[in-house]
């Protein structure tokens, strides 16, 4: 038997820890509301470390919404520039014409700002040193 601290001023409550738990009482264990909250927790390692986990959590969260957000702008991006490329290609249709110079300025910006943009996305998603974050 251990003695555990839960961060009040009461008396220690004692625990029984079981050696051989099977999986159903294990996750019974661990889904117990409020059981990871770390104000519940006295040592400060075990405390950092729980932060730590829920941080990380919740960036991969975010970094999720935001590449599915990254990837809806990027496609209506390109499909933006799939018009355009269309339309330039079947001027009879509705009368869209572009110089030869700004057809092709619209093209080599539109790309490039889409693979710009995708630079960009991909470094805020996979930052350097990825695996050697703290």
């Not at 390692?45 to 970094?63: G, M, P, Q, T, W």
């Not at 702008?73 to 572009?98: C, E, K, R, S």
Request: glycine fraction near 6%; aromatic fraction near 14%; hydrophobic fraction near 50%.
């Amino acid at each position: 038997m251990k003695k555990a601290s839960l961060g009040t001023n009461e008396e220690p409550t004692t625990l029984q820890l079981d050696t051989t738990p099977t999986g159903m009482e294990e996750e019974a264990a661990f889904s117990e509301p409020g059981i990871l909250d770390p104000r519940i927790w006295v040592d400060p390692d075990v405390r950092l470390k729980l932060l730590s986990n829920a941080d990380f959590a919740n960036d991969i969260k975010e970094k999720r919404r935001f590449a599915k957000f990254a990837y809806r702008v990027a496609a209506i991006w390109a499909f933006f520039l799939i018009i355009v490329i269309w339309l330039q290609a079947v001027p009879d249709w509705f009368g869209f014409v572009l110089p030869d110079l700004a057809f092709s300025l619209v093209v080599g910006s539109l790309t490039l700002s889409i693979f710009g943009f995708a630079y960009l996305v991909g470094k805020y998603l996979f930052p350097e040193g990825g695996s050697k974050r703290n």
